[in-house]
């Protein structure tokens, strides 16, 4: 899985819709969480190392670039849309930092394994994965229900 590190758009986001771009970040995410599934069925059995140091690089660096880009498209709807949608703009934009702090641990439990140091507790470590993999699973389909529908389908401006 490649990610992405700079939240600055590319010329390819610039160019297509914000909900081409929403869709593109959603897919993205969730090819994460199908990794983070299928770690989460193999426990209690030994991870792949190489794949686990794989997705502890690129988890953080993914997540971030996706929610810059949904909260640029965000931030670029009209203003009488974006009143309209207030609460649940400071909902999702506060999912976006709690999502990225438990993205952390994960990563560091990630890297334990990938390191070869003493495995996090497959019970716990498995209840984690799940954990933030069914909440970014479920954040998008309110994303899709609730802020895509929002959004204009003609290309974003460029020059930023």
């Known amino acids: 899985m490649s990610a992405r590190t700079s939240s ?11 909900r081409a771009a929403f869709s593109t970040s959603h897919r993205r995410l969730l090819a994460l969480c199908h990794q983070l599934e299928e770690f989460a069925d193999a426990l209690p059995n030994r991870l792949d190392q190489a794949r686990c140091g794989k997705v502890a690089k690129t988890m953080l660096p993914l997540l971030k670039a996706c929610h810059a880009t949904e909260e640029r498209l965000i931030d670029g709807m009209d203003a009488s849309r974006k009143r309209k949608l207030a609460a649940s703009i400071v909902r999702l934009m506060s999912e976006h930092l709690r999502d990225q702090y438990f993205a952390e641990d994960i990563v560091e439990a990630l890297g334990q394994v990938s390191d070869d140091e003493s495995s996090p507790n497959p019970e716990a470590f ?11 699973r479920r954040h998008i389909a309110f994303e899709q229900e609730h802020i895509v529908p929002h959004l204009p389908d003609q290309p974003q401006v460029s020059g930023q």
Not at 126 to 136: D, K, V
């Open 126 to 136: 498995g209840f984690m994965l799940r954990s933030f993999f069914e909440t970014q």
């Open 8 to 18: 600055t758009p590319s010329a390819e986001h610039r160019q297509r819709g914000a």
